[in-house]
C-alpha cells in the first residue's frame, strides 16, 4: 500500500462536540480526498483537496470543513459531531486526476 | 449533478460463472473510470482503470468496457472464484479532480 495513514482509527465522541480525523501521506500527491461509507450509501465524497490551501466541496459536506496546510497532511474537521455523522470515514490520495487513487485504512466515528 | 449510478446492488453467482457489475456518469468530459474491490474490514483497492481513449481493458479474469456515447462503463468478471466475493465500486473523475464513486455491488460468489 502506498503511505497513507489515517488517525484515529476509532473514536467514540459526544453529540455537540468537535472533531478532527487526520489523513497523512507520504507519497507527495497533489489531490486528496476524504469519503464516508455508509450501508447502501457506498463512498460519498465530503471535501477534496487539489493542492496546498485548495480545496473544494463534494457531495456531503454539510456539517465538515477541511484544511490542508501540507502537502501531506489533509484535515477533517466536524464542528459539532451529530449521531447521523457516525460512519466510517476514508481518506485517500492520488498524484493526478487520471491515476490510482490509494486509500487510508479508515476511521470508525461513533457520535453518541 | 455529479453522479455515478451502479447496478446491480447486490449479485449472487455460482463459483465458474461470469459476473456484470454496470455503471452510468453524468458528466461527459469525464476521462477516468477506476473500479475498486474492497474486502469485509479492509480499505478500497484498485482493481482495474480505464481512460476515455480506449474501449476495452483486459486483465486476467477482469475487464472493463467503456462506451462513452451512452456515459456507460461495466466490469466482467469471469470465472469467478470464492475469493472474488466482495464489494466492488465503479467511479468517474469530475470536474476538478473530483473523484465520485458510484454506490457499490456486494458480490458473493456461492462454491
Known amino acids: 500500500d502506498a503511505g497513507i495513514t489515517q488517525s484515529p482509527r476509532h473514536k467514540v465522541t459526544e453529540t455537540g462536540t468537535p472533531v478532527t480525523l487526520r489523513c497523512h501521506q507520504t507519497?507527495?500527491?497533489?489531490?486528496m480526498y476524504w469519503y464516508r461509507q455508509d450501508p447502501g450509501h457506498g463512498l460519498r465524497l465530503i471535501h477534496y483537496?487539489?493542492?496546498?490551501?485548495?480545496?473544494d466541496k463534494g457531495e456531503v459536506s454539510d456539517g465538515y470543513s477541511v484544511s490542508r496546510s501540507k502537502t501531506e497532511d489533509f484535515l477533517l474537521t466536524l464542528e459539532s459531531a451529530t449521531s447521523s455523522q457516525t460512519s466510517v470515514y476514508f481518506c485517500?490520495?492520488?498524484?493526478?486526476?487520471?491515476?490510482?487513487?490509494?486509500f487510508g485504512q479508515g476511521t470508525r466515528l461513533t457520535v453518541v | 449533478g455529479e453522479n455515478v449510478e451502479q447496478h446491480p446492488s447486490t449479485l449472487s453467482v455460482q463459483e465458474g460463472d461470469s459476473a456484470v457489475i454496470k455503471c452510468t456518469y453524468s458528466?461527459?468530459?469525464?476521462?477516468?473510470f477506476p473500479w475498486y474491490k474492497q474486502e469485509l474490514g479492509k480499505r478500497p483497492q484498485l482493481i482495474i482503470d480505464?481512460?476515455?481513449?480506449?474501449g476495452e481493458k483486459k486483465d486476467q479474469r477482469i475487464a472493463v468496457t467503456l462506451n462513452k456515447t451512452a456515459k456507460h462503463f461495466s466490469l466482467h468478471i469471469t470465472e469467478t472464484q470464492p475469493e472474488d466475493s466482495a464489494v466492488y465500486f465503479c467511479?468517474?473523475?469530475?470536474?476538478?479532480?473530483?473523484?465520485?464513486f458510484g454506490q457499490g455491488t456486494e458480490l458473493s460468489v456461492k462454491p
Open positions: 485517500a490520495s492520488t498524484g493526478g486526476p487520471n491515476t490510482e487513487a490509494f
Open positions: 507519497e507527495n500527491h497533489r489531490y
Open positions: 483537496s487539489y493542492g496546498v490551501k485548495d480545496t
Open positions: 458528466d461527459s468530459a469525464s476521462n477516468y
Open positions: 480505464i481512460r476515455s481513449n480506449v
Open positions: 467511479a468517474a473523475t469530475m470536474g476538478g479532480g473530483k473523484l465520485i
